[in-house]
């Protein structure tokens, strides 16, 4: 039995889609109008990692999240660079599928854009409009917050709490246009030369918060599973959508909402964005680092818990994945002279087994991918003790190199690619094989050195020489 942490009740609940087998998940995509940071990328990580897992329990997962190709930030980026706003958008669109696909991070069902679904945006808000609870003013169209009570039960907060606090801001330009100044825009009237469509009310774009309602209700239905992203979505963005969403449709907009915490830098655990300058682009990070390593980085953490991102926390990730990646390299190698099978073959099977057992129990509650390694460093110890034995079986070592693949694939460690070796390096190999056959061990060992030194390690075992890149 799976179990999430409900933003919506505060409270881990029993997880039980609409549709048994299938779950409908709707996640807040990026505002492409830069290359995305660690921070957007730990929210696209963490969602990865959870539909992997539901995959994994034989569910069935549809999978949605958007790019806000429309935006004062994508409008300011044309402006600085020369190009359209469809230029940026589409450009940084590109570099966000480059990185998440070095990243490992699975395709969604649907990446939905504000440009192509305006039409669809421009009814939902006519709807809003025509139910009494949006209203238009000066050619922007406002939702009436108040004229939905419950708003405020995502982000426990009151009506009354956010009135009070919106009594003490300093007035803006856009509240002198609103009945309340706790409403918020669904379409806002363009300025000069902006890009715009036409809409009832003016030539104009939609606020932020209603593209999200828009896509999720138009792809997976009025009611879906699990909304996530980031937790600073929870209010206002995320409480918006519900207002809206629910007043338009009249039912429950999302069952299930989950959202991740932050990464921070530094000793004061600041939280990462670009709005404080603290922030680390993927685009350049995985130029210097295995991509790999810096998904395990982020997919290993429980999804709920802060991330400090730091030199040693990448280390310890580096020499992880190596370790994991070296146990599996080790099983495959030991496949080639591996005996048909043993006697014990079905209580190591078993073994096994009851680890996969203990990783589901970890997993389903809440998706504790940290509890959940722990277990899987336990496999690997396990096989590594395993790979010790004179004689090991193929039936083993197939049953687990099949279940490590699943396992660790949710997380996107993959096993490490073997590389061909280049003629000198072989040759090398190759003399000091001969030269342990000669007993001639001094040759032998400096070659050993002087491959260490080119980066490939070298590693003797009774069924002969492995190597590896260090």
Same mark, same amino acid.
């Not at 209203?135 to 708003?151: A, H, I, L, M, N």
């Not at 239905?221 to 996530?228: F, L, S, V």
């Given at each position: 039995m799976i179990r999430i942490y409900n933003t919506l009740s505060r409270q881990k609940e029993e997880f039980v889609p609409i549709v048994p087998g299938q779950v409908s998940m709707y996640v807040c995509g990026p505002t492409v109008y830069n290359y995305i940071h660690i921070g957007n990328a730990r929210s696209t990580v963490s969602f990865d990692t959870i539909r992997r897992y539901l995959e994994y329990r034989g569910y069935q997962v549809n999978f949605v999240s958007n790019f806000t190709d429309v935006d004062d930030k994508i409008i300011n980026a044309a402006k600085q660079t020369g190009l359209t706003p469809q230029e940026v958008s589409q450009k940084y669109i590109q570099a966000?599928?480059?990185?998440?696909?070095?990243?490992?991070?699975?395709?969604?069902?649907?990446?939905?854009?504000?440009?192509?679904?305006?039409?669809?945006?421009?009814?939902?808000?006519?709807?809003?409009?025509?139910?009494?609870?949006?209203?238009?003013?000066?050619?922007?169209?406002?939702?009436?917050?108040?004229?939905?009570?419950?708003?405020?039960?995502?982000?426990?907060?009151?009506?009354?709490?956010?009135?009070?606090?919106?009594?003490?801001?300093?007035?803006?330009?856009?509240?002198?246009?609103?009945?309340?100044?706790?409403?918020?825009?669904?379409?806002? !009237?363009?300025?000069?030369?902006?890009?715009?469509?036409?809409?009832?009310?003016?030539?104009?774009?939609?606020?932020?918060?209603?593209?999200?309602?828009?896509? !999720?209700?138009?792809?997976?239905?009025?009611?879906?599973?699990?909304?996530?992203?980031?937790?600073?979505? !929870?209010?206002?963005?995320?409480?918006?959508?519900?207002?809206?969403?629910?007043?338009?449709?009249?039912?429950?907009?999302?069952?299930?909402?989950?959202?991740?915490?932050?990464?921070?830098m530094g000793d004061d655990g600041e939280k990462m964005s670009k709005s404080l300058g603290n922030f680390v682009l993927v685009h350049d990070l995985i130029k210097t680092i295995d991509p790999q390593v810096l998904r395990f980085f982020l997919a290993s953490a429980h999804y709920r818990r802060p991330l400090l991102f730091n030199e040693a926390a990448l280390a310890e990730a580096q020499a992880n994945v190596t370790k994991i990646q070296t146990s599996l390299k080790k099983a495959r190698y030991r496949l080639e002279t591996a005996q048909a099978s043993l006697a014990d073959d079905q209580t190591l099977i078993e073994s096994f087994k009851n680890l996969e057992k203990q990783f589901q129990e970890e997993m389903d509650d809440d998706i504790n991918a940290a509890n959940g390694m722990t277990v899987l460093y336990q496999l690997i110890k396990e096989l590594n003790l395993y790979l010790e034995r004179e004689e090991v079986s193929k039936v083993v070592l197939e049953f687990v190199l099949q279940m490590a693949g699943q396992l660790f694939g949710i997380f996107g460690v993959l096993e490490e690619k073997e590389e061909l070796l280049d003629q000198e390096i072989q040759d090398l190999i190759d003399q000091r094989l001969a030269a342990r056959a000669e007993k001639n061990f001094q040759r032998s060992d400096d070659i050993r050195d002087h491959l260490k030194e080119q980066g490939i390690i070298l590693e003797d075992t009774p069924q002969g020489t492995r190597w590896r890149r260090s």
């Open positions: 966000f599928y480059q990185d998440t696909d070095a990243l490992n991070i699975k395709k969604a069902s649907k990446n939905p854009t504000v440009m192509e679904n305006m039409d669809d945006i421009i009814d939902f808000i006519q709807d809003l409009v025509d139910k009494g609870v949006a209203y238009e003013s000066q050619g922007d169209v406002y939702f009436r917050t108040e004229s939905f009570p419950q708003y405020g039960k995502l982000s426990d907060q009151s009506i009354q709490d956010l009135r009070i606090g919106a009594s003490q801001r300093t007035e803006s330009q856009d509240d002198a246009k609103k009945e309340s100044p706790l409403d918020f825009a669904l379409w806002k !009237a363009a300025k000069a030369d902006e890009i715009s469509w036409d809409s009832p009310w003016s030539k104009g774009r939609p606020g932020w918060h209603i593209e999200c309602s828009v896509m !999720a209700t138009k792809y997976l239905g009025d009611t879906i599973d699990i909304h996530g992203g980031g937790q600073d979505l !929870a209010f206002p963005h995320h409480e918006n959508e519900i207002a809206q969403s629910e007043s338009k449709t009249g039912h429950p907009f999302a069952h299930y909402w989950m959202h991740n915490a932050f990464v921070t």
